[in-house]
Nanobody
């Protein structure tokens, strides 16, 4: 069974940092682009960042550029999202997702991804 599990969420004050992890079980991430998405209450799911299989291609939504960094460690079957200088508007459930069809060009469209994790809550509040 293909499964993604997010971890590392929690409550943090504005300006703080968190690192989310996305770990695969039942399959190898070596062949999958990975995207991070988030959904706040009452809002649509939006793409935050993605990284290609090789790691050479990665991109970020404008709202997180310069604050978030995506990386991958294929040996650990894990992708990370380092989130710095967090803002209250970053509060959301964060999901990771996997795409095998476009390993180097997956992009931030959620419809491109077909394996999803259950999500991790990130709350930024003082």
């Amino acid at each position: 069974q293909l499964q993604l599990v997010e971890s590392g969420g929690g409550l943090v004050q504005p300006g703080g940092s968190l690192r989310l992890s996305c770990t695969a079980s039942g399959f190898s991430l070596d062949y999958y682009a990975i995207g991070w998405f988030r959904q706040a209450p009452g809002k649509e799911r939006e793409g935050v960042s993605w990284i290609s299989v090789s790691g050479r291609n990665r991109n970020y939504d404008d709202s997180v550029k310069g604050r978030f960094t995506i990386s991958r460690d294929n040996a650990k079957n894990t992708v990370y999202l380092q989130m710095n200088n967090l803002k209250p508007e970053d509060t959301a459930v964060y999901y990771c997702a996997a795409n095998r069809d476009d390993p180097e060009e997956a992009g931030l469209g959620y419809f491109n991804y077909d394996v999803w994790g259950q999500g991790a809550q990130v709350t930024v509040s003082s």
